[in-house]
Nanobody, 123 residues
Framework: VQLVESGGGLVQAGGSLRLSCAASGCTFSVYTMGWFRQAPGKEREFVAGISWSIGTTYYADSVKGRFTISRDNAKNTVYLQMNSLKPEDTAVYYC?????????????????WGQGTQVTVSS
């Protein structure tokens, strides 16, 4: 099972980025997918999640209304559309998977992780 993130980069405050997470190696219809982020010196935190088969989504309060998580079943890919970016969104963003249709936010509940992609928002 493998998750590969892409789409990170440098953007000015107020700009947008779309992160992608390409999944392979299993039937992701029974999985929940999550995006987490980790800023320097801080704990890795939940950003957004989606139950692959049901499509239920959940967001951290800090990104609600600005970020959107979605999935493309045909491409086995999960996306994180990030709009109205702020300097405090700067972090390494990780895609993660959990073998359950129940969407949870705890980092320890996810057992498959990608390598991460850097997002830097300049002021």
């Amino acid at each position: 099972v493998q998750l590969v993130e892409s789409g990170g980069g440098l953007v000015q405050a107020g700009g947008s980025l779309r992160l992608s997470c390409a999944a392979s190696g299993c039937t992701f219809s029974v999985y929940t997918m999550g995006w987490f982020r980790q800023a320097p010196g801080k704990e890795r935190e939940f950003v957004a999640g989606i139950s692959w088969s049901i499509g239920t989504t959940y967001y951290a309060d800090s990104v609600k209304g600005r970020f959107t998580i979605s999935r493309d079943n045909a491409k086995n890919t999960v996306y994180l559309q990030m709009n109205s970016l702020k300097p405090e969104d700067t972090a390494v963003y990780y895609c993660a998977a959990r073998r359950s249709i129940v969407l949870v936010t705890g980092r320890s509940e996810y057992d498959i992780w990608g390598q991460g992609t850097q997002v830097t928002v300049s002021s």
